[in-house]
Every structure is written in C-alpha cells, then in structure tokens.
T-cell receptor, first 115, second 112 residues
Framework: AQSVSQHNHHVILSEAASLELGCNYS??????LFWYVQYPGQHLQLLLK??????LVKGIKGFEAEFIKSKFSFNLRKPSVQWSDTAEYFC?????????????FGAGTRLFVKA | ETGVTQTPRHLVMGMTNKKSLKCEQH?????MYWYKQSAKKPLELMFV???????ENNSVPSRFSPECPNSSHLFLHLHTLQPEDSALYLC???????????FGPGTRLTVL
C-alpha cells in the first residue's frame, strides 16, 4: 500500500537555524507532492506543491522543497527559521488509483522554534 | 481565509445523541472531503465526494454518515458515537481530486 513517511515527529530549533524536514513516499509512478502547514490555532494550509517541471519548488514564507525521484523524497527546507515558523508540517502525496486519485498524508512533524 | 467554513467549531455530545457537522465551501470546487485528526495519529481520510457522488469511504463505522446535497455543502451525521471518536474533524475541498486541498478550521468533537 502507498504510504508517506515523515522522519521526525518533533523538531526543536533556535531562531536563524536551518531547517530540513524529511518526507519519503512509497509509490513508483507519477505523483503530485504537497507540503501543508498548520500554525497553532489555525487551519491546515498549503505551503508549496510540486506537479512537474523544476524539482526545486519555492513556497510561501521562504520555504522550498526538492523532489528527488530516485529517492522517492520531497524534503522541505528553510535556510533560517523564525519563531513564527512554529507549527506542524504535513507532507502529502497524491497518487492515481482505481476509480480516481487519493491524497495520502504523513503523520506530521511538529516544529518548535525558540526565540 | 473564509473559503471553507465549518460549524459548529466545538461540539460536546453524549454517546446516545445525534448531531450533524456542516461544511460549506465558497470556492467552486468539485471535490469535498472529511478527515479525522487525532493527537499523535496521521490525518485519517474518512470520506470523499466528487461532483456530489461519494467516491471513497475509508472503512468508517456506520455511526458516521456523510451527506453531500450539492457541490457546496457537506454534512457528517453522527449517532451513538464512542469516546474514542473524540477528535478534530476537518472538512476540505479541491478543484479536482489531484489538486491542492483547502481546509476548514475543523470541529472539535468531544464524546462523553
């Protein structure tokens, strides 16, 4: 069965530190890839997405992610985090299946940035 | 962001009650979703509707009953729930089933 794995459940960083959150998926075909973010008290929202083209995609608030097809990975990065980046981050993969498509979410990574 | 709204925002119910959660999307999307978000668990997809037709039911117990009367509205009818059903229930919509999902704020459900 298809799955999405996020390697870190909790990450604690100081402001200005660099961030990389891992995401791997298990599906051999063409996929659409997403990172969503849920700030405290707010709803889930899109951070960035990859459908095709340049495998390095840029999103809001200085985030970027790189799709590496050979590694089935879509890691999220930010060179210098801010306190306001404290949130939960979800990787998601949209895959084709019988009868349509399905989006599978990872378990999420809680990021806490110390001021 | 008021693209997807959910009511009520909080709900406390007993195990014998019947209640409904409502979701409305103002984005002109064709697909709508119900998810369950519990602490320390991945987001669980419950139901998917595409063009008002239910296209996915992820082995959800029959005490949860979805309804999609039109492309803008989605309901989740609840009856004889269990305490373990306490969670945040999220509604989402998307243009189609491959694209970005837009989430509502959720309904925080507590079953006593």
């Amino acid at each position: 069965a298809q799955s999405v794995s996020q390697h870190n459940h909790h990450v604690i960083l100081s402001e200005a530190a660099s961030l990389e959150l891992g995401c791997n998926y298990s599906y051999g075909g063409t996929v659409n890839l997403f990172w969503y973010v849920q700030y405290p008290g707010q709803h889930l929202q899109l951070l960035l997405k990859y459908f095709s083209g340049d495998p390095l995609v840029k999103g809001i608030k200085g985030f970027e992610a790189e799709f590496i097809k050979s590694k089935f990975s879509f890691n999220l990065r930010k060179p210098s985090v801010q306190w306001s980046d404290t949130a939960e981050y979800f990787c998601a993969v949209n895959v084709p299946r019988t009868g349509g498509f399905k989006t599978i979410f990872g378990a999420g990574t809680r990021l806490f940035v110390k001021a | 962001e008021t693209g997807v709204t959910q009511t009520p925002r909080h709900l406390v119910m007993g195990m014998t009650n019947k209640k409904s959660l409502k979701c409305e999307q103002h984005l002109g999307h064709n697909a709508m979703y119900w998810y369950k978000q519990s602490a320390k668990k991945p987001l669980e997809l419950m139901f998917v509707y595409s063009l008002e037709e239910r296209v996915e039911n992820n082995s959800v117990p029959s005490r949860f009953s979805p309804e999609c009367p039109n492309s803008s509205h989605l309901f989740l009818h609840l009856h004889t729930l269990q305490p373990e059903d306490s969670a945040l229930y999220l509604c989402a919509s998307s243009q189609d089933r491959t694209d970005t999902q837009y989430f509502g704020p959720g309904t925080r459900l507590t079953v006593l």
